[in-house]
């Protein structure tokens, strides 16, 4: 057995952690963001990343390493090996570590999450239908018909509150470039909220495997100046049809 092998073994680790953790960072993982929610939910992935790669190095660096100085050796084969007592200290110690460690990410992502699904004044609601294999969205009106669109229409930089039912089998309403993504289940409606930053279009895609046509589930979310999505409704209003919905029901 080489001498010193347990710092070995952190020198290793230590670069290949740094190297690893550097690697994590450079990488464009996403679209570029058009969203508020955004920013918080990639920073949580960083830190996922910074705290995963480090784990992922220690446990491989210390499986290779024992491979390594304690593979059987020629002769060794009908040897039993010496008995191996337990470490207490060691015990609690790889024990304690990882539930602290993971009490902290939760605790954390649990605050992202509660922040970007907190409720805003002057959300603009839409009414998410999914069916297979389409999006249809539909923009309730005081004392009359929604007005309904194949394209989710928005505008910049106001709270928007979708509330998202699937008239046939599972879905999953995804934007990636507003890193938001909601099942839709038959029977139940779902809620998301965000508010894009960012005018341009942006691709709506179905996350959840729903049959043949899964792959070509898609529409486009396009944001809008305020002014520009006041005439886009202006113009659409008077044209819509109620929104579909499993057992009936109305808007509210």
């Known amino acids: 057995m080489p001498r010193h092998p347990v710092a070995q073994m952190v020198v290793v680790g230590a670069i290949a952690s740094a190297i690893g953790i550097a690697l994590a960072l450079a990488i464009d993982w996403f679209p570029t963001d058009a969203a508020e929610q955004a920013g918080p939910i990639d920073t949580l992935y960083d830190i996922l990343m910074v705290v995963s790669v480090?784990?992922?190095?220690?446990?491989?660096?210390?499986?290779?390493?024992?491979?390594?100085?304690?593979?059987?050796?020629?002769?060794?084969?009908?040897?039993?090996?010496?008995?191996?007592?337990?470490?207490?200290?060691?015990?609690?110690?790889?024990?304690?570590?990882?539930?602290?460690?993971?009490?902290?990410?939760?605790?954390?992502?649990?605050?992202?999450?509660?922040?970007?699904?907190?409720?805003?004044?002057?959300?603009?609601?839409?009414?998410?239908?999914?069916?297979?294999?389409?999006?249809?969205?539909?923009?309730?009106?005081?004392g009359g018909r929604p007005v309904m669109s194949t394209e989710l229409?928005?505008?910049?930089?106001?709270?928007?509150?979708?509330?998202?039912?699937?008239?046939?089998?599972?879905?999953?309403?995804?934007?990636?470039?507003?890193?938001?993504?909601?099942?839709?289940?038959?029977?139940?409606?779902?809620?998301?909220?965000?508010?894009?930053?960012?005018?341009?279009?942006?691709?709506?895609?179905?996350?959840?495997l729903c049959g043949l046509g899964h792959a070509v589930m898609r529409s486009t979310a396009r944001v809008v100046a305020p002014a520009a999505f006041d005439r886009w409704l202006a113009r659409e209003r008077g044209g819509g049809v109620p929104v579909e919905r499993n057992g009936g029901g109305t808007n509210g």
């Open 54 to 142: 480090p784990v992922f190095v220690l446990v491989t660096t210390t499986v290779l390493f024992s491979v390594r100085l304690f593979r059987m050796r020629p002769g060794q084969e009908k040897e039993d090996g010496p008995p191996i007592h337990g470490n207490t200290r060691l015990e609690v110690i790889w024990t304690a570590v990882p539930a602290i460690l993971l009490v902290a990410l939760c605790s954390y992502a649990y605050g992202v999450l509660r922040d970007i699904e907190e409720e805003k004044p002057h959300e603009l609601v839409v009414d998410v239908s999914a069916q297979q294999f389409t999006w249809r969205f539909g923009y309730p009106q005081a």
């Open 153 to 208: 229409v928005l505008p910049k930089d106001r709270p928007v509150r979708l509330r998202i039912r699937a008239l046939d089998v599972i879905h999953s309403f995804w934007v990636p470039a507003f890193r938001v993504k909601k099942d839709a289940v038959p029977g139940i409606t779902t809620e998301v909220r965000f508010t894009p930053t960012t005018a341009g279009r942006y691709p709506v895609v179905c996350a959840e």
